[in-house]
């Protein structure tokens, strides 16, 4: 089973930018999976907000971050990153990610995927 690995939250300013890793550990391979990123504010619940395939590299995105964030597949790091510009306060929460075999499921329902991260903070605020 993957076990992956969140860093790179962090307290940002408003329209400021952060770069997010999500990272398989040990020798194992995110090749075969698709990977979804998800955040979870302060009493509510956690949201699928982006997610890459594994076969064909499609990106999907939720409305609330579409043009402003960017998913990746850094493969010499066995890593999927998670670019965010023009951050803003209700993007405050902690990051996690997480893995599905394959192709991203639509809407990217959390409890479709699996071998959760533990999380990265991330502060909007000034």
């Known amino acids: 089973q993957v076990q992956l690995v969140e860093s790179g939250g962090g307290l940002v300013q408003p329209g400021g930018s952060l770069r997010l890793s999500c990272a398989a550990s040990?020798?194992?391979?995110?090749?075969?999976?698709?990977i979804g990123w998800f955040r979870q504010a302060p009493g509510k619940e956690r949201e699928g907000i982006s997610c890459?395939?594994?076969?064909?590299?499609?990106?999907h995105y939720a409305d609330s971050v579409k043009g402003r964030f960017i998913i990746s597949r850094d493969n010499a790091k066995n890593a999927v990153e998670l670019e965010m510009h023009s951050l803003e306060p209700e993007d405050t929460g902690v990051y996690y990610c997480?893995?599905?075999?394959?192709?991203?499921?639509?809407?990217?329902?959390?409890?479709?995927?699996?071998?959760w991260g533990q999380g990265t903070q991330v502060t909007v605020s000034s």
């Open positions: 040990g020798t194992f391979t995110l090749d075969y999976y698709a």
């Open positions: 997480a893995a599905v075999r394959f192709q991203c499921p639509s809407g990217i329902p959390p409890p479709i995927f699996s071998s």
């Open positions: 890459l395939s594994a076969r064909d590299g499609r990106t």
